[in-house]
């Protein structure tokens, strides 16, 4: 009988000896492509090493990334900024979302194929902006910084074309998916884009806008978790790793200005 255990217990520890010491955390992080999803796969090395197996899901939109987060079908995402998610909240009941650490701030600009100068902005100019909240105010404030409007109140990150005061080029506002407003740079005189999209259309923020935002933006990029997460071991890893001195290096160096660490 013991002759016919005996190639069983092999097999047993053979099979023993290819597992892990210890299964892995694993966290699921929704993200959009750039840059997001390009730190999360720098870093995914680093927190293996540290057991946690961290799995990038990448979307296009940021609509999708907060609701799969708010539904608990993600640990978590890394896309958005505190305005924005705090428009987020009013929109969806009872959200869970909580932010964890500040990552980096993508500058938001100004861009136009037709015009080299803000000045050179015809009256009737077509400026297309984000149609979600937190990003169509902040693109309206860029425009008042610019001189081109007056606001009820410059500060107001909720602001919308309602609340524009002044408007001595008449301009007019096409209000588009973020996403899509590097596709129709062609089509108008000016176009207000989200640095992540900008960089996915081949657009350097820093030589190619006519106006940028600077570094003391309050939209930096939050990692974020659900309530029922945020505080675990393997969140603070991920937290730990995004702020280190690597990521910050890492940002830099790859997107030389374009992106600046907020951390």
Avoid: C, W
């Amino acid at each position: 009988m013991l002759r016919s255990l005996l190639p069983k217990l092999g097999a047993l520890l053979a099979a023993a000896a290819i597992l892990p010491a210890h299964a892995a955390d694993v966290l699921t992080i929704a993200a959009t492509p750039v840059p997001h999803a390009e730190i999360l796969e720098f870093i995914k090395p680093k927190l293996a090493k540290e057991g946690l197996d961290l799995r990038v899901k990448v979307f296009t939109d940021y609509v999708q990334p907060a609701v799969q987060v708010n539904e608990k079908r993600l640990d978590g995402n890394f896309f958005l900024h505190q305005p924005y998610l705090n428009e987020f909240k009013k929109s969806h009941k009872n959200d869970i979302e909580v932010p964890v650490a500040k990552v980096h701030v993508e500058p938001f600009a100004g861009y136009s194929r037709k015009h080299k100068s803000v000045a050179d902005l015809p009256a009737g100019a077509t400026v297309a902006i984000p149609n979600d909240p937190s990003n169509s105010g902040r693109a309206l404030i860029l425009l008042a910084r610019q001189g081109l409007l007056k606001l009820r109140d410059s500060s107001n990150v909720s602001a919308t074309r309602s609340d524009i005061v002044e408007n001595p080029k008449k301009l007019k506002f096409r209000e588009l998916e973020a996403a899509m407003l590097p596709r129709v740079l062609d089509q108008v005189d000016l176009a207000l884009i989200n640095t992540n999209y900008a960089l996915e259309a081949k657009l350097n923020p820093v030589k190619d806008s006519l106006f940028i935002e600077d570094g003391n933006s309050p939209y930096a990029n939050l990692l974020v978790a659900r309530e029922d997460n945020k505080d675990s071991a393997a969140f603070k890893k991920l937290a730990n790793a995004l702020n280190s001195p690597e990521v910050k290096q890492f940002i830099s160096e790859k997107y030389k200005g374009a992106i600046i660490p907020a951390f």
